[in-house]
């Protein structure tokens, strides 16, 4: 598909682009980083069917969106680019059948490849333990970035929150007498999270020497970068990463690595898979169950424990 036939593509049908995105924001919530990747799939079916001849998403087919998909795993798009973009397709058809943009939707038959569950890396609780100790550690030299990425690491193990979660906190999002965060989820979903002791005492620091980073363009985000602004996942993504460097056996994770070890800790502690789905905000226990693990040994003292004939 040339540049062209987007661009073409991009003049014919920018409007309608233009409003599924307030649909997806206004109507559904969806995030910045969630529209764009919806918008991205849709520009790259209409550039299919504009290279197929086709006027616009009016004289799409069941057999247009089939072919469309079997062109991209011929050409070796991965099963969930395939199942992302999928997604993306039915929900712009159905919202354009909806508002009368198009006769009739026809994904409604449209079979995706299921994508693959693959889990991240996780860190053992030594390791987790070890790496706090390191951002401890390294803090004490009073740089407040040193001091702010202490708390970060702290409330990402602590609570298992998304990093796209924590970039977003303000200053009262926390309570630190009662140690929970108010968080806002996918699909603007508020929840309530709690984190221990440790991560509130890392919390309390940040906040005594966050002044020192203050500007008049601050306003009243939690984590700050060096010059002042709300700090980006990208920043919180580069300290656990340094941090992680200085643990040669742990695996080289993100800090979703730490949502995810965090959540495999809680259920090896015993906590309830529902309680770990909430504090995750995940909208089904199929996907806590997919994303956490549990091991072996603790599934099967469980069954030891609980069933009359173990």
Do not use: C
């Amino acid at each position: 598909m040339t540049s062209d036939l987007t661009a073409d593509v991009l003049a014919r049908h920018g409007e309608l682009l233009h409003a599924f995105n307030r649909h997806l924001g206004a109507e559904r919530g969806r995030s910045a980083h969630t529209r764009r990747a919806y918008l991205g799939d849709v520009r790259h079916l209409l550039t299919y069917a504009a290279a197929q001849g086709l006027e616009g998403p009016e004289e799409l087919r069941l057999a247009d969106l089939r072919s469309w998909l079997g062109e991209q795993a011929d050409s070796g798009a991965a099963r969930s680019t395939i199942a992302r973009r999928a997604a993306s397709a039915r929900t712009f058809l159905k919202w354009a059948e909806h508002t009368g943009r198009i006769p009739s939707d026809p994904s409604l038959r449209l079979v995706a490849p299921k994508r693959n569950r693959t889990l991240p890396g996780v860190l053992k609780q030594g390791e987790a333990s070890r790496l706090l100790d390191l951002a401890s550690v390294r803090a004490d030299d009073d740089d407040p970035i040193h001091v702010r990425d202490r708390a970060v690491l702290e409330l990402l193990y602590a609570s298992g929150i998304r990093v796209g979660e924590l970039v977003g906190l303000d200053v009262d999002d926390v309570d630190l007498g009662q140690r929970v965060v108010r968080v806002m989820g996918k699909g603007a979903k508020e929840r309530i999270v709690p984190f221990g002791l440790p991560a509130a005492r890392a919390i309390e620091a940040w906040l005594a020497v966050r002044s020192r980073l203050v500007r008049p363009d601050s306003g009243p985000a939690l984590f700050l970068g060096r010059r002042g602004r709300r700090a980006d996942a990208r920043q919180v993504r580069s300290a656990v990463h340094e941090l992680l460097a200085h643990l040669p056996d742990a695996p080289d994770l993100g800090p979703h690595g730490l949502r995810h070890s965090a959540a495999t800790h809680l259920l090896e502690g015993g906590a309830d898979l529902r309680t770990v789905q909430e504090m995750l905000g995940h909208a089904s226990l199929a996907t806590t169950q997919i994303y956490t693990h549990v091991s072996v040994d603790r599934l099967r003292k469980s069954y030891e424990q609980a069933h009359p004939r173990a």
